[in-house]
């Protein structure tokens, strides 16, 4: 049997009083799509700083692939294979798209580390794959441009193109389709839909059509709690679920 992709075990974290994260027990298998739902401030970004290891927990554990990872560092689960966007945007607004492309991909190759003084471009590897995901991810008319000169939706694939540049196995994504149309919203969704099939990929989403449809299981929080996981059909009609929506005006995000 492998181990699962993603495991959480009672995971907890406190805020002074507020308990943001509240004994998440969950069990992600390699290779699945799970979204994760829920109104403003239910504790979805931090469950995901827990498991990238922006914060550390004040109870339980995290396990990527069967081990406990609870006590490494961001980069040290970055090398493990845990990759993810942020809510609010990670660009480098100073680089060039082609150049941010650039940086994440050096960053990750230990050939180039080591050499860092010679200047990025003189890579040919580097710069083959630079060409590949720029073409790949329909980035190439605007290599040369900055992040801001693009719409937004071309901003959110980037950061895409750039969490998985390193061939992750855990890939996190935090709304990534927030502050973007609905028709580059889709797109988007498309593009994360192509991802490989064995990715696992953890996604925090407002749009809920979205959130189902790139789903193969959903789960719910509510007040740094688990209010229920199951499939899109399952959890689209959970009577808990649609009280947590309805009946109040939660935004779910
Ligand atoms: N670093 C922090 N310090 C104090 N409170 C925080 C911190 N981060 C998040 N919170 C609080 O924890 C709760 C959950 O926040 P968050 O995880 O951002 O929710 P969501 O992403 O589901 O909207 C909120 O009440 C938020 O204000
Ligand atoms: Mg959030």
Redesign the pocket.
Known sequence: MTADAVVTENLTIA??G?T??DGVDLQIPAGQRRAII??????????F?LIAGQ?RPTAGRVLVGGEDITGQSVHARSRAGIARTF?LSNLFGQLTVADNVRLAIAGGDPSVRRTFWRPLAGFAHVERRVADLLARWELDDVADERPSELSYGQQRILELVLATSGDPRVLLL?EPTAGVSKSEAERLADTIAALPRDLTIVL?EHDMDIAFRLADEVTV?VN?QELVTGSPDVVASDERVIDAYLGSDHDV?
């Open positions: 805020f002074g507020l943001a994260v829920g109104p403003n401030g239910a504790g979805k970004t931090t469950l700083n914060l809510q935090d925090v929080m740094g995000a």
